[in-house]
């Protein structure tokens, strides 16, 4: 008997709507890369005097940069992306999937209420200089530019960036155009529709190819939604957690994390 009352499933465990949503999700999501789950390691956080810590924490990204799941279960963030399609919405698009019949709807409120991202109606990145981006940095913007050529606090500030805000597929030692207008907006306190952007990037995850990001985030979408998501293949996270504290500590101790989770806290 199925429990969910949907027509189609795999091994009476994985169910669908449709036989187009069972074709989709094993044709083009079921062995789909699914992005490293980081998170920023932050042994200073809530340090003011620290550039990066202030300057996550003036954007209201500190909680975000630092969220982190227990475990990751990796057949069900494949089928959350492979269920997922977008509307418009009265504060921008709306996102909608479901698993195993129970609905998902990721609004910009449901992302501000899990992150404490700032709801606003900011064009994304209207403001960005990249002449005058490059010279905060103190680098040469005719020139390929690389991480390494950072000074430590900006390569710190673009790991989070380009593994955590904005996440992509490596390499990572590669300074985008897409990473330079982030960096730009958190360094000058520039007003960003976040919550808006994390969905916009979100649902480019059901691009052909494209590995799958914010699995961090995605876990927690479907714990709020009272999803198992202890079913199934669950593996353990990248991320571990650490205490909301202010540590006097250098930069050199700034990370992203990439270690197992072997369960102990």
Known sequence: MNPHNLPFNINGELFFKTLDELLRFTTMFQQRGILPARRARFPYIGDK?????????????MKFVIMTSYYLNDVYIRLFFSNLYKTAGEYGDELHTHINGVDIHITPTLIHEMTDLPLNSTPHFCLYDEEEFFS???????????????????????DITS????????PHNVITLADS??????????????????ITHMYMGTNIGAELPYANLVMKIMDRHGIDTRDGDATYNFALPIGNQSI?????????????????E
Not at 139 to 155: A, G
Not at 251 to 264: L, N
């Open 163 to 170: 593994q955590v805000i904005r996440p992509r597929a490596p």
């Open 136 to 158: 905060t940095l103190g680098i040469n913007s005719e020139c390929t530019c690389e991480s390494n050529q950072l000074p430590r606090p900006y390569k710190f500030l673009h």
């Open 181 to 198: 207008q982030v960096m730009y907006t958190i360094l000058n306190r520039l007003p960003h529709n976040w919550c808006n952007a994390i």
């Open 49 to 61: 005097n620290n550039i990066v810590s202030r300057a996550l924490i003036q954007n209201d990204l």
């Open 248 to 264: 006097d500590i250098s930069d050199e101790d700034a990370s992203i994390d990439t270690e197992d989770y072997d369960g102990d």
